[in-house]
Structures are given as C-alpha cells and as structure tokens.
C-alpha cells in the first residue's frame, strides 16, 4: 500500500469524491427494496392507487439518483486508475533508465516488459474496481443483512448461515489462488521473454533455419502459460457457480419460510418480496465481493513484482564533485570481479597511466578485460580494489553524469535508433551546426551518407537494419566524435572496416586538432601500433604496456600477437 500512497496522494479528491458517489449509490440501491414493500403493503394490498404512486414516484427518484451517482462514479474511476497507471508506468522507465548495470542483469528484459504492461494494467484496473464496484459490495451486502433483518429477524438468520458458508469459500478460494496468479504473470514473462529474443535473432533463426526449435521453444511457454491461466481461472470456476447455489438456497428457504410464517400471520407478503430481492442483492454483492478478493490476490502479485523494480539497485550518483575534467586517466592497482559473475577478477591488480592528449591502445586475446576496463572507466562498476583517476579526482568522488559527460564510448556493437542518420550522429551533441556534423562524418569515413539521396536526413530501420555493419560502426564513430569529449573511448570499434578504411580512420583520428585522449580496444595489432602507447592485457592481467617498439622488445604476449598478426601476413 505504501508504494502507492504517492499517487493517491495525488489523485485524493477525485478518488474520494467518487468513493462518495459509489457509496451513495449503494444506499440508493438498498432503498429500492424497502420501497417496493411499501407499495405493496400499504398500495397494492390495501388498494390504495394513490400510495402506489406515491411510492413510486420515491422509487424512481431514488433509481434515478443512484444512475447520477453511478455515471459520476465510473467516470472519476477511468479517470484516476488511468492517470494512476500513467504516472505508475513512468516511474518504472524511469526507475529501469536508472538501474544499475548490476540490476540491469538482474530482471530478464521480458520480465520487465511483462511488468510494465501487465502489472500495471492489472493495478489500473483493481484501483478502478475500488472506486466502481469494490465498495458497493460490501456496503450493499451490509446494508442488505441489516434491512433484510429489521424486516423479518426470523428469516435472517437464513442470510446469516448463507454468509457465513460464503466468507468460509472466500477464503478457500483467496489461498488457492495468490500462488497461481504468482505463477501466471511468471510465465507471461516467459512468452514475452521468447519471443523478443526471436525478434532480436530473427535473421539467425532464418540462416539456421532453426523454425522447428523456435516454434517448439514458443509452443512449450505457450502450453505452460495456457495451463497456469485455467489452474489460476479454475478456483473461481468452482467457487462463484457454489456461491450461486448456496444463496440459490438461501433464496428457496426464505421463500419456503416466508410462505410458513405468511400462513401464521407472522410476516406479510411485502416484507417477503422484499426479503427475496434482498437475497439477490446479497447474491449479486457476495459475486463481487469474491471477484474483488480475487482481483486483489492478482493485484498483490503483480505489486510484489512491480516492487522488485522499484526495489532494485540504481546507478552510482548523477553528480559529485562538479571538476572541470580534461582527460588524465590513472589505472592504480584496480582489481575487480563483476557482481554475480563467478568471482574470477575480470581485471587483476591493473596499473597505467595515459597522459591528456595522447593515444593508448589496449590489445590482448578474448576474455583479457580490455572491455571491462572501458566499463570501469565509464564507472559503470566500482572497482573493488584500487583506484581510478581522472585529473587526479577518484572517480568514486566524481557523479557519473560528470564522468560521462567527460568520455565518448563508440561500443564494440554499435547501437543505432530507428530515426535518421543525423539524429543517431547528433546523439551527445544535440547543438552540433550541419559544419560539424558533416566534418565527424569524414572523419568516420562515413562518406557513403551524402551519397545516399537522402543524405544525413536518410532513416534508418530499427536498430539499423538497412545498413551495413561498417556503416553502421561508421556512423556510430561519428556520433563518438561528435560528442567532442575529452575522452573519446573505441571498444573494437573498426572491427568491421576493411583494412583500407580502418586506417584511413585512423589516420584521421591522429590527424584531428582536438586535444583528446584516444583509447583504442582492439584486437589488432596494426592498429595498436598507431597509438602513442599500448597496454598488453591477458587473463585480466596488464603483462605489457609501452610504446610498440619498448613492447616487442620487452613483451613475450605482445611479440607473438605481432608475429602471427604482421609477420604472418607480410609472408602471405
Ligand atoms: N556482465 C558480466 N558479468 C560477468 N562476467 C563478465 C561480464 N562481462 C564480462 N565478463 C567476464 O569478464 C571477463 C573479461 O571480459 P571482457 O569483456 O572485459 O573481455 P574482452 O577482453 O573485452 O573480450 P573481447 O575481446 O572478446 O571483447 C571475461 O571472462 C568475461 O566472461
């Protein structure tokens, strides 16, 4: 309740005036039947015409009434539980936009999606439930007992045996069902699950035609959220037809009793027909009162899932210390291991130091760390031991907007957004005039965009489909020069560049004004030869770092990359 009181909070007068409405309607409901016996005690038994109109007219006031109130009512509800999923929905994007990479991790994206949506539809709907109906039902079947006993006390004691099997079902029913609906929204993150990772793999999946296993793998979630969907439906198929019968009973009793007593000249015949509708209202009231019951073991589910979200860890503080910040990175004895990986350090005791202004290139084998190092670097992950420095500044006591703002990351798979060319390239340099925009892009060697009828305005498919994986990796260097930072981080970022225009971006890299620290992730080593120093990484471990010259002099790791890369190459 408490993760929601905020919004309440602020939709508290409608959600009350409504709170009002419904519950007026209910007192308006629960005179109908009062009012009905009137007619016919004191109109139609004593044929009176006259008291049958006037109890009437009362009758049809109070219904109409009761339709204002209900029109009031059911608009207010749409209008709260939508505005409260609204803001429910935003909270949770901008809670998961804030998550960090650990928590990221920790909830499959599926599952995320899953919450989103269905949680939160299931939420709209139990706080439009509360405001339309879940008040109504147990004022009605309150209101209802309480009348019905002030009519015939002997026949209630009917309604209190029927209420009393019915609050024993209820409860039956509120037990079976929490673990299944639990189980229910587990496996409608599975299908969600599957089937965004076929729409991610969609071309693999067609070149290995791998159909059979796709259609098998859906078929399996399919089947298993099918069955927890009757297994969750299956308590209330058995226990609102038992409710219907047990007041069907009820019912068949009061009227059988009623006749008795009628027969004694112990109740007349409008306080029976009134105890009957009665009996239906208590029907209709206890219906409901088991779908709210059962509305609210869904609604607990979905909060208990919804609350993991907000629960989860969020990145490291947006700002810190508010340094002017120009590029001086220190690596000093960092150890760190990722958080729910095996515990094996990604990076073992790393030490280096690369000067504003100049160039390094990490190189090493798959698996030596060099990515993690431009992970720790964005601060994406603290480092367990040791430090990093930019500036001298410990990155911990640095925000990590601040740091971010400081370093351009061009990632080893790049990232592009349905939109044009320009918007991805403008990403981190929103004020960036058509001059420098078109100048990064030459410096991508991403000459192929004018050559597009469309130029920079040309669109670009979800996540780049329409584009080749070098152009996409050129556009995606673009956008990293662009940002005009004083870091400028490549994480393998020419791996899809022929040799010829890898070098020329190269060159251009070292060629540019900008006083920039370049650091190059590469498995190459003819472009860790172009850095002013290169870090040899294995295992985690820096086992080399120098010029290229001091590395194949002094690096046994480094020298046999060289030789198999370079020298092998040279004899082909
Ligand atoms: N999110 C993660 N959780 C747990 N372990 C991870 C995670 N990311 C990487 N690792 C592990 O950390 C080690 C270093 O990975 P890293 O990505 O830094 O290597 P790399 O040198 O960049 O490799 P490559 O050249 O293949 O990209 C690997 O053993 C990898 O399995």
Redesign the pocket.
């Known amino acids: 309740m408490k993760l929601y009181s905020r919004y309440f909070n602020r939709y508290k007068i409608p959600f009350l005036i409504a709170i009002c409405c419904v519950t007026l309607e209910a007192v308006c409901d629960l005179l109908g039947p009062t009012l009905m016996s009137h007619i016919i005690n004191n109109g139609i038994e004593s044929g009176s015409l006259d008291k049958v109109y006037y109890w009437g007219f009362r009758m049809l006031l109070v219904t109409l009434i009761g339709a204002v109130f209900a029109v009031t009512r059911n608009n207010l509800a749409s209008f709260v539980s939508q505005r409260m999923g609204a803001d429910l929905r935003t909270d949770l994007f901008t809670k998961i936009m804030s998550f960090s990479?650990e928590s990221v991790?920790k909830i499959e994206s599926g599952s995320l999606i899953t919450r989103m949506t269905n949680d939160t539809s299931q939420i709209v709907q139990f706080v439009n439930g509360i405001m339309r109906i879940f008040l109504k039902a147990p004022i009605t079947c309150i209101g209802s007992i309480i009348l019905a006993s002030m009519l015939n006390l002997r026949l209630s004691i009917i309604i209190y045996s029927v209420v009393a099997v019915v609050a024993i079902l209820i409860t039956i029913s509120m037990k079976l069902s929490y673990q299944r609906f639990y189980q229910l929204q587990k496996a409608m993150d599975r299908i969600n699950t599957r089937v965004q990772e076929y729409l991610l793999g969609i071309r693999l999946v067609k070149a290995f035609g791998t159909y059979d296993k796709e259609t098998r793998e859906f078929e399996e979630a399919n089947q298993n959220l099918m069955q927890k969907g009757v297994s969750s439906l299956l308590v209330i198929t058995v226990i609102s037809p038992l409710l219907s019968l047990f007041v069907g009973f009820g019912t068949v009793a009061v009227i059988y009793i009623g006749s008795r007593l009628f027969t004694l000249n112990m109740a007349n015949a409008g306080d029976i027909t009134a105890f009957t509708i009665y009996m239906a209202q208590i029907l209709s009231s206890l219906l409901m009162i088991t779908n709210v019951f059962n509305m609210f073991v869904r609604t607990k589910a979905s909060t208990i899932r919804i609350r993991e979200i907000f629960e989860c860890d969020e990145d490291f503080k947006k700002s810190g210390m508010k340094e002017e910040l120009s590029g001086d990175i220190v690596f000093h004895n960092v150890t760190f291991?990722?958080?729910?990986?095996?515990g094996?350090p990604?990076?073992k005791n790393l030490s280096f130091t690369v000067k504003k202004g100049e160039s390094l290139a990490i190189i090493?084998?798959?698996?030596?760390?060099?990515?993690?190092?431009?992970?720790l670097l964005l601060r994406f992950y603290d480092t367990g031991e040791g430090n990093i420095l930019i500036n001298g500044i410990n990155l911990k006591n640095l925000g990590v907007d601040e740091i971010r703002n400081e370093i351009a990351i061009v990632p080893?798979k790049p990232t592009l957004f349905s939109g044009t060319v320009k918007e991805n390239i403008i990403w981190g340099n929103k004020n960036a005039t058509a001059e420098e925009i078109s100048l990064a892009a030459e410096q991508a060697e991403a000459e192929f965009i004018t050559q597009m009828p469309e130029g920079f305005e040309s669109s670009l498919g979800s996540g780049g489909v329409n584009f080749s994986g070098g152009q996409k990796q050129r556009i995606s260097i673009a956008r990293g020069l662009l940002k005009k930072s004083s870091v400028l981080l490549l994480?393998?970022a020419t791996s899809a560049l022929d040799a010829i225009t890898e070098a020329r971006v190269l060159r251009n890299l070292k060629e540019r004004k900008e006083d920039q620290t370049v650091i190059i992730?590469t498995?190459r080593c003819g472009t860790a030869m172009t850095a002013d120093k290169v870090l040899v990484?294995e295992n985690?471990i820096g086992v080399g770092f120098g010029t290229h010259a001091e590395l194949i002099k002094s690096c046994q790791v480094y020298r046999d990359i060289y030789e198999t890369q370079i020298e092998s190459s040279k004899e082909a």
Do not use: F, L, N
């Not at 291991?337 to 095996?342: D, E, K, L, M, T």
């Not at 090493?364 to 992970?375: E, L, N, Q, R, V």
């Open positions: 990479e991790d291991a990722y958080p729910g990986g095996s094996v990604a990076v090493g084998p798959t698996g030596s760390g060099k990515s993690t190092i431009a992970w080893q994480d393998d992730i498995q990484m985690g």
